[in-house]
């Protein structure tokens, strides 16, 4: 791997910890600071709001300048993210605290855009090698954002995580760091004049295989939240498991969604994107089928295993299959276009799995996740009848 791809490992790993830090703090900040505990969550949802407003500026901003002064636009809104949040604590104001959260989430949205810029430092066939190497830096990230989270006595201090808040600023002040001496933007082609942009999105989107890849990270990533979420809440209130065994099935489902990068992109070589697609699907459906026939605490761990297994197969077979439906001059569009259907789902996924849950019940929001995956492998199946007519990379 080039020099470029391990920098942006370095880079999302301490980049992409705002999202973790507000995942485990944002709720418990939220309930100090809100004027009334229904707002307690709000913080946490707007991160994932302000990451899916952000992507397309992202990506359009990305196409005129290129990838390295907006990854640094990145990093620049973490920094103010930290602040913001340290505000928040120092004068108790709970805005504060949800422009922290917003603010962070558009630094994330950039940062969901290394994996294409790591593709892009290698050749065609390490594509997927290069963004599940990215991927791993995630792993790192979900360890390291709680633990800064605590810096300064944490929610005991005078200013509840006000220490934790500036610690996450300086964090990503070190990425910021890490991209200006690292990052090399030399082999970048930058869109040089708005009538060289390729075809009009209307006939990108005529491609099956544009929704095969998009169907694979979207309704992956989507599922996967969406069954996390409920997780906790399913874990405590349903089957009354202690909250220590609903944070080690979410911890240990992390890793299993990020380990398994150490062999996805070897994997693609040998197997094939679409194996390694049908193998995330298998992962889902095996998911679905162990979390539905009980609620005891392995049931709950294997299957949040190989949700992760599953996530991780979907979303890198699906980012290293993106780049064979656009031309070099179209990919600032259809990589918007994708992580905005991502993040999207994504958001909608976490944000309704409380209310499908109090619904529903557990088997029935399992029993949900079911039609999407139906829906993903028609649109593989579409894709795999027309790859005789796929005469490249680029298509013509």
């Known amino acids: 791997m080039p020099i470029n791809v391990w920098i942006l490992v370095a880079a999302q790993a301490l980049a992409m910890c705002t999202a973790p830090f507000i995942v485990f703090i944002g709720s418990i900040h939220g309930r100090l600071l809100a004027p009334s505990p229904e707002w307690a969550t709000l913080p946490v949802g707007l991160v ?18 290129g990838r390295k002064p907006v990854m ?19 004068s108790a104001s709970f805005p504060f605290l949800c422009a922290a959260a917003v603010v962070g989430g558009t630094g994330l949205a950039v940062v969901h855009q290394y994996r294409f810029a790591a593709m892009e430092s290698v050749a065609p066939e390490m594509a997927g090698s290069a963004a599940a190497r990215v991927l791993l830096g995630g792993l790192v990230a979900a360890w390291l954002g709680p633990e800064i989270a605590l810096l300064g006595g944490g929610g005991q201090a005078e200013h509840p995580f006000m220490g934790g808040w500036l610690a996450l600023s300086a964090v990503q002040v070190v990425a910021m760091v ?3 001496f690292g990052y090399r933007a030399s082999g970048e082609r930058v869109r040089e004049a708005l009538g060289e942009g ?6 990108i989107l005529r491609q099956p295989v544009i929704w095969a890849a998009i169907s694979s990270a979207a309704i992956g990533y989507a599922l996967m939240s969406f069954i996390m979420t409920a997780t906790p809440l399913s874990m405590t ?3 009354d498991h202690p909250l220590e065994d609903a944070k080690w099935v979410i911890q240990i489902h992390i890793m299993a969604m990020y380990l398994p990068s150490l062999i996805s992109g070897w994997f693609i070589r040998v197997v094939g994107i679409p194996r ?4 995330g699907l298998l992962a889902y459906l095996g998911c679905v089928a162990l979390a539905f026939s009980g609620i005891s605490f392995h049931h709950y761990l294997f299957a949040l295993i190989l949700l992760g297994v599953g996530w ?9 299959l993106l780049p064979q439906g656009y031309r070099d001059e179209e990919r600032f569009r259809v990589q918007g276009l994708n992580d905005l259907m991502v993040f999207g789902s994504q958001a909608t996924a976490a944000l309704s799995a409380g209310a499908v849950l109090a619904a529903f019940d557990w088997n029935g929001l399992l029993l949900i996740a079911i039609p999407f995956l139906v829906l993903h492998g028609v649109l593989m199946a579409v894709w795999l009848m027309s790859r005789p007519q796929n005469r490249g990379r680029h298509p013509a």
Not at 52 to 59: E, F, N
Not at 312 to 317: A, D, E, Q, R, W
């Open 237 to 239: 209130e349903v089957a």
């Open 48 to 65: 994932v709001v302000g990451t899916v407003l952000a992507i397309k500026p992202a990506t359009w901003l990305m196409e005129r300048l």
């Open 72 to 90: 640094l636009l990145g990093t620049l809104a973490g920094v103010v993210s930290g602040l913001f949040g340290a505000l928040a604590a120092w």
């Open 312 to 320: 991780n197969f979907l979303f890198v077979g699906g980012t290293t």
């Open 198 to 203: 390729g075809r009009p999105m209307s006939d």
């Open 276 to 279: 390694m697609m049908g193998l």
């Open 178 to 180: 890490v991209l200006v």
